[in-house]
């Protein structure tokens, strides 16, 4: 700091000399006097030379910072007496304002249990020495004490208290390798367990499709011998057989407000059947090959298509034009479903990814890519704004409309080719190799699993399962199985928690999002 003229005065009143303390002056060949001379004028300069009055009259203190390095009681006076000067002018307020604030009784004080926490931090303690004096506090222990987790933290009402006021009897997580809250699953719902009903033979092939209709009194299959037929519900009886695709038929949908049938097939064809004629009045044209899946939407006339090409396509239900091209997946459209709000449609395919769409712009929403292989299957809630999807050995559920992961079902080691679900909570899940799998949807519980019985007479490998679908009562489960047979199956009437307890041991690696 560059000094020429020192006209501050020192203690007793006594002037202290002009001091040269330019650059030039070399403090080395100054004498013992001279150079503690100059030392008390940077001194004095640094604490009273700006105290002088300025043009407005107020006084104003300047810090040297170069001298905090050569005398700390320098920097110790020079801050107190600045901080001091700078705000004595608002110690209290004017009286304009102190005539406005009523008159306060005396405040019982109040303890603090948030003492811990508000301890001031080491900066403003070390401020508060230097201005006030007040001694820092010697027996403040800080909220971790002498622990040495990463992460402290306390259960729910415990979050003001010391390390050392904590009860022996209060568990709070101290490490990493405790389990906090979020990891305990949820105990399952009790469902009775399910059990064979009845086998309906007839087909001459695999059964790759089936439809229920509206009213719950019938159901369509389609099945590799090409044909689509109409069995009743209640016993099981065939009652009619419509012909006309010349391949495997793979998709079926019924309207609900419409007499129309549905189908698509690997012959590229999707057609409309009148259930009144019981003929095929519309075909729609477009899709470059096999046709595997077909949903219709609930509330408008359209009809979604998706097959090998690897595109959707949504169709007019009356005109026949192809509204949207759905373009977007590299693989075979194995799977979609319909829902009223958005995403409208979500499909799936064998490049192992879901995608949701927005209908209205034909574009893609958002895909999810968590599968690590194809996914064969989807099903929807009917009456949560949930999905869920399948692909080989893993079954994830995902929450709409952003497609959130939520949970996964663990356990079943299969080629997953149909999911579906109904109103009381139940996922079931088939596999190619006759592997069947119950789950209590909140939980992700895997509360029955059994392997289909094949039809006598067929071969080993003929124990898969196709597709599956729960009745409009959720309370019988068809599914369609490569032995040619349609099997319905019940849950257990006189199953109860006691005969049938739950079998659930909470597994603390799972966890729900």
Request: glycine share 8%; aromatic share 6%.
């Amino acid at each position: 700091m560059e000094v020429s003229t020192l006209s501050a005065q020192v203690a007793g009143g006594h002037p202290v000399p002009d001091v040269d303390t330019s650059a030039d002056v070399n403090d080395s060949s100054l004498s013992r006097l001279e150079a503690l001379i100059l030392e008390n004028a940077r001194s004095s300069k640094s604490i009273y030379s700006s105290t002088i009055p300025n043009s407005s009259g107020r006084k104003r203190l300047k810090l040297d910072p170069a001298l905090a390095s050569l005398d700390p009681d320098v920097t110790k006076t020079a801050l107190s007496l600045r901080l001091h000067a700078e705000y004595s002018d608002v110690l209290e307020l004017p009286e304009a304002l102190a005539s406005k604030i009523p008159a306060a009784g005396p405040r019982k004080k109040q303890p603090r249990p948030n003492a811990a926490q508000d301890a001031p931090s080491k900066s403003e303690e070390h401020a508060r020495k230097l201005i006030e004096g007040i001694p820092a506090v010697q027996n403040a222990v800080p909220l971790g004490g002498s622990s040495s987790a990463l992460v402290l933290s306390r259960k729910p009402g415990t979050a003001g208290k010391p390390a050392q006021t904590q009860q022996r009897n209060e568990p709070y997580q101290t490490s990493l390798a405790q389990r906090s809250d979020i990891l305990v699953q949820p105990r399952p719902d009790w469902h009775p367990p399910w059990k064979l009903m009845r086998v309906i033979s007839g087909h001459l092939g695999w059964v790759r499709a089936l439809a229920i209709e509206p009213d719950n009194k019938w159901f369509a299959s389609g099945a590799g011998d090409r044909t689509i037929k109409i069995w009743d519900l209640a016993s099981g009886a065939l009652k009619l057989t419509l012909t006309g695709h010349i391949s495997t038929v793979r998709g079926l949908a019924v309207s609900p407000r419409h007499p129309y049938l549905f189908s698509c097939g690997e012959d590229k064809m999707v057609k409309c059947w009148d259930l009144e004629t019981n003929k095929v009045i519309r075909h729609y044209h477009g899709h470059l090959s096999g046709v595997y899946t077909l949903a219709l939407h609930p509330t408008l006339d359209v009809l979604v298509t998706g097959g090998r090409d690897g595109v959707a396509r949504v169709w007019d239900m009356r005109t026949r034009s192809n509204v949207h091209v759905l373009s977007g997946h590299t693989g075979t459209i194995a799977s979609l479903v319909c829902q009223e709000a958005d995403p409208q449609v979500v499909t799936a395919s064998l490049d192992s990814t879901v995608r949701m769409w927005d209908l209205a712009a034909g574009k893609t929403m958002g895909v999810l890519t968590h599968h690590k292989k194809g996914v064969r299957a989807l099903a929807t809630h009917p009456n949560e704004f949930t999905f869920a999807s399948g692909s080989t050995g893993s079954i994830k559920q995902w929450k709409c409309p952003e497609g959130a992961f939520m949970q996964n079902f663990d356990g079943h080691n299969a080629i997953i080719n149909t999911l579906s679900v109904n109103d009381q909570n139940i996922l079931f899940s088939g596999g190619d190799n006759g592997s069947m799998s119950f789950w209590d949807w909140k939980s992700g519980h895997r509360f029955q699993a059994l392997d289909t019985i094949a039809q006598p007479g067929s071969l080993d490998a003929e124990s898969g399962i196709m597709s599956s679908m729960f009745d409009l009562s959720g309370t019988r489960l068809i599914c369609g199985e490569t032995d040619k047979t349609i099997k319905i199956w019940k849950a257990d009437e006189n199953a109860t928690p006691e005969t049938h307890p739950l079998d659930w041991k909470p597994a603390f690696a799972t966890r729900k999002f």
